[in-house]
């Protein structure tokens, strides 16, 4: 048996970002996973007091559930690593480079994989070089058919399909409200997988893929996180071949982008059978309705043991 078998541990959701509902969700059920597995669990808003708490506090394993910027990008993590603290998830370089869709995209394309054409865009570039001219060449480069999020965030906020020319100056605003740079991309019709990767201490696996099939045909923030929205297939209804592939494919994204214990690795399979990198997720929702969770039971494995493996790797590092 392991000395970290019961272990304190806070678990921190809420924060200021768009999306503090998510966060809040994901880290109760998390708090109530570990609780079930034996550790000693406290739940933690962030605030100013966070720091000074948990360097008197001293737990065995920090656990962010801190969907958005306030967990995501990278600064927290930095702040936890300079104080000696340890925590589930990627390190603050690897929280970064995922942070950033674009950055993402560009090295995982470098490494030979295939992700859909794109162009990222500051909303400077249209006050400098006007509206018109900006978003016909983005219909040339990238064509009619797109899709536009921003470039650092998640929950899909701010994400539009865009299938009619006349509709993209809307999107492009859309996208701006939760970032001051925007992705277009070039929109791949297939079969969108969800591929959560998890590293307990010995390795990256891939679990079974998620298939995602949204009753209005957008996986939206609605359709991720209320229940009826969308039918989820766990594991996906795709051939052998093809998941054998998606997840190959999903953990190599997860070891170029350096990221540690758990991330969601989301992918498009379009009718060829290619399988195309969309984005990756340092710190997946696990919620009810999350994508990871649903893996996890695929799997075979229960929540509470998975969760509590993760954290033990996290503190045994």
Known sequence: MT?????????????ISHERDVSLRSGRRVAEELQAAGHT??????????????????????????????GEDGALQALLRARGIRYVGSHSESAGLAWSKPTAKALVARAGIATPAWLSLPNGTF????????LAEVVHGIGPAAVVKPAQGGSAQGVTIVTDVADLPRAMVDAYTYSDVALIEKKIEGTELAIAVMDSGHGPVALPAVEIEPLSGVYSFEARYNAGETTFYAPARVSEDIAERAAATAVEVHKILGMRHISRIDLIVDADGVVWFL?????????????????IEAAG??????YSALALAAAGE
């Open 127 to 134: 006050r400098e070089l006007g509206a018109n001219g900006v």
């Open 3 to 15: 000395e970290f078998k019961k272990l304190d541990i806070v678990v921190l959701s809420g924060g």
């Open 279 to 295: 984005e990756a997720n340092m710190l997946p929702g696990l919620t009810e309705t999350s994508l990871v969770p649903q893996a």
């Open 41 to 70: 669990v406290t739940l933690r808003d962030p605030d100013a007091r966070l720091l000074p708490m948990l360097a008197e506090k001293a737990p065995d394993v920090v656990w962010p559930a801190l969907h958005g910027a306030s």
């Open 301 to 306: 494995l229960t929540l509470a043991s998975a």
